[in-house]
């Protein structure tokens, strides 16, 4: 049976106003939220930005989306989880400060912002999936104990993953650190000693001290390595790499069956939304202004988050002309994580797509 996937289109690098306005036109006629009750609490899961980046869901569209959920009666929260690498998205409280600094005070964004902290007892769920790759998911508590679940993610290229959009979002955005690192263990990068410059900037970022400056080359240790990929992210010459064939697709494997084990009990209590806006070729993790590599979609909704990126990928090579994703990315498959993740049940590569205006 196919999926419902509802598209509001927008202008090309349309003003704030107008989007919202579009986004408030989807959410009244699609009917993808009528599953929120009164009285009940609910959290959106987004991504707030690293320090220096300018991809991430403006928080004024998210202000349309909470403003919705309390018409409705309900109370939001706005929630993300730490990072494995350095940065400001590391701890809770620095992670906190960046978040307000990009926009998400509860004025701007209707909702508080609660990033929990695991060092503090009662945070992460152990959730036992018995899949492929990963037999129990360590994931942050508040996710699975909410009443329900919004996804709300900004579609684009991903370094590892191809893409990232809802899967990612929830799969990778939901998991407790130890479930990211596990996430990253079968991926470790080499240095191509031709190409490294010496510049000792991968050194600098890791944050498991796996690598260091031999004669004037990074050399990577692959006994420390958590596989993060920052070097690759920080590298100017792109000397850092990895052996995409022997491991590209198990991330994504694993970051799909994280995103089932958040799921699994959500069947009716749960929304995917994917700003197809300002398209980047890498993730909002990086801390940088990355361009745009392909022209502006629209918004994008579902309750099946494996036919809404499905709909988001199909609709970029259609606007491009060109798989762009697969462009960016040539040693990275984007539909890996699709096809696994319908293959274990989380959605359907097939659906109708229900244009709104």
């Not at 403006?58 to 018409?71: E, H, M, Q, R, S």
């Not at 762009?324 to 797509?353: C, E, F, T, V």
Request: proline content about 3%.
């Amino acid at each position: 049976m196919k999926s419902k996937v509802f598209l509001i289109r927008t202008e090309n690098k349309a003003p704030v106003d107008s989007v919202k306005g579009s986004f408030s036109v989807l959410l009244e006629k699609s009917g993808l939220l009528d599953f929120v009750r009164k009285d009940s609490r609910g959290v959106v899961k987004i991504h707030f930005g690293e320090e220096g980046n300018t991809g991430f869901v403006d928080p004024a569209y998210v202000n349309v989306l909470t403003g919705y959920l309390k018409k409705k009666g309900s109370d939001v929260i706005l929630a993300d989880t730490n990072t494995l690498y350095k940065g400001r998205r590391m701890e809770s409280e620095e992670h906190t400060s960046l978040a307000l600094e990009h926009g998400f005070t509860p004025e701007a964004s209707g909702a508080k912002v609660f990033i929990p902290d695991e060092k503090e007892e009662g945070h992460v769920a152990r959730i036992e999936i018995g899949q492929e790759r990963v037999k129990t998911a360590k994931v942050m508590k508040l996710f699975i104990d909410s009443d329900y679940l919004i996804n709300v993610a900004h579609f684009k290229g991903h370094m590892m993953t191809g893409f990232g959009g809802a899967l990612k979002n929830i799969g990778m955005g939901c998991a407790a650190r130890e479930g990211k690192l596990e996430q990253h263990t079968d991926i470790s990068p080499v240095v191509d000693a031709e190409a490294c410059i010496g510049c000792g900037k991968c050194a600098e970022i890791c944050p498991a001290d796996a690598i260091a400056l031999e004669n004037k080359k990074a050399f990577i240790d692959s006994e420390k390595c958590i596989g993060c990929a920052d070097c690759i992210a920080v590298c100017p010459t792109e000397a850092a790499s990895v052996e995409w064939d022997a491991g590209g697709a198990t991330i994504q494997q694993k970051m799909v069956e994280y995103a089932k084990a958040v799921l699994e009990g959500r069947k009716g209590s749960a929304a995917h939304i994917n700003f197809a806006i300002k398209i980047t070729k890498e993730c909002d993790c990086l801390a940088k202004d990355d361009p745009r590599i392909a022209p502006d979609i629209g918004i994008l909704a579902s309750t099946d988050p494996v036919s809404l990126d499905k709909a988001c990928y199909d609709l970029t090579v259609e606007a491009c002309g060109e798989d762009i994703l697969k462009k960016a990315h040539p040693k990275r498959d984007g539909m890996n994580q699709l096809k696994h993740a319908a293959s274990i049940g989380i959605g359907s590569l097939d659906y109708d797509l229900i244009e709104l205006s």
